[in-house]
């Protein structure tokens, strides 16, 4: 009974969910959400190159997988290191937050792999779930304590959950913000001046002004929600995963919900030729709904 009342619930969701995103106003008149694929254990970290490709990560499987611009859905990498949150950088490589050993990689177009980070002064980091690149190539990434089956340590090496930043060609992290209960999706602004940290446990996301050194300053509450992943529209809106997608404009007014048929939202980037398709990582599958704004990444 209970099976067919969720079975139910997910197909009203599913219904109800082109009407609603009608209603946002950057969605594109008549779009709908569209289920791509649902094969997945669960999806995440969603990231595009400069052509509109997008790739993200089935961790429970340890492969990261591309949904290019023509619509087609191939493997481009087994044996991730657990990728989680994923990034492109102006090269094409992959950064990712590979949790399997803690560990910030490189994955370049041919898969070779470059560790650029493995610790944090000499400790093993609690787990690298999210991250975002600054305009000069510094890496920001967020480190909550998820416990994971595969691993053999169950408690932290270092307590607090924090933000770090890795400048570029760096092989040493720096704090980048604490006083968070367990930091989780993080994004930037394209010119380098604001980030935004989603304190998911704590149900609060917030935005610092980022200095010219790449430490943060002027902790400001942007809203009283929550998310996994993030990303932000040209126009300066936040997107907010979780229970669907929820959008916020940049003064934190609230444009409304995206229904999504998934227990959990996990994560969200633009992507495309146009950079106008919203590409949705939720639980076992991927969507995507096209928009009438273009994404930033």
Not at 131 to 152: E, H, N, Q, S, V
Not at 274 to 293: G, W
Request: with cysteine; net charge positive; glycine share 10%.
């Amino acid at each position: 009974m209970v099976t067919r009342y969720y079975a139910l619930l997910l197909l009203l969701l599913a219904a109800g969910s082109s009407t609603l995103a009608q209603d946002i106003p950057v969605v594109a008149p008549g779009a709908t959400v569209k289920e791509i694929a649902k094969q997945f254990a669960f999806t995440e970290g969603p990231a595009v190159n400069k052509q509109g490709d997008i790739y993200f990560t089935d961790q429970p499987n340890d492969k990261i997988w591309k949904y290019d611009v023509n619509g087609k859905l191939s493997l481009f990498m087994d044996k991730t290191g657990r990728s989680n949150g994923l990034y492109i950088d102006k090269k094409g490589n992959i950064i990712s937050c590979a949790d399997e050993k803690d560990e910030l990689w490189s994955i370049s177009p041919s898969k070779k792999v470059t560790v650029l980070l493995s610790d944090y002064e000499g400790k093993m980091l609690n787990g690298p779930n999210d991250l975002w690149i600054d305009p000069k190539g510094g890496i920001y990434f967020t480190d909550p304590f998820y416990p994971r089956d595969y691993w053999t340590r169950k408690t932290p090496d270092i307590k607090e959950q924090k933000v770090y930043y890795l400048p570029k060609g760096k092989k040493a992290a720096v704090v980048a913000a604490d006083g968070l209960v367990k930091p989780n999706g993080i994004v930037g602004t394209p010119d380098g001046k604001y980030l935004y940290v989603a304190d998911l446990e704590a149900g609060k996301t917030y935005r610092y002004n980022i200095n010219p050194d790449g430490s943060l300053t002027a902790k400001q509450l942007f809203v009283s929600q929550g998310s996994d992943g993030m990303t932000l529209d040209s126009e300066g809106n936040l997107y907010i995963t979780g229970q669907g997608v929820t959008i916020y404009d940049n003064t934190g007014k609230k444009l409304g919900n995206i229904p999504i048929p998934a227990h959990w939202t996990g994560n969200v980037c633009f992507g495309g030729k146009d950079r106008k398709t919203l590409f949705i990582t939720a639980s076992e599958a991927i969507y995507t709904l096209q928009m009438r704004v273009k994404g930033v990444e």
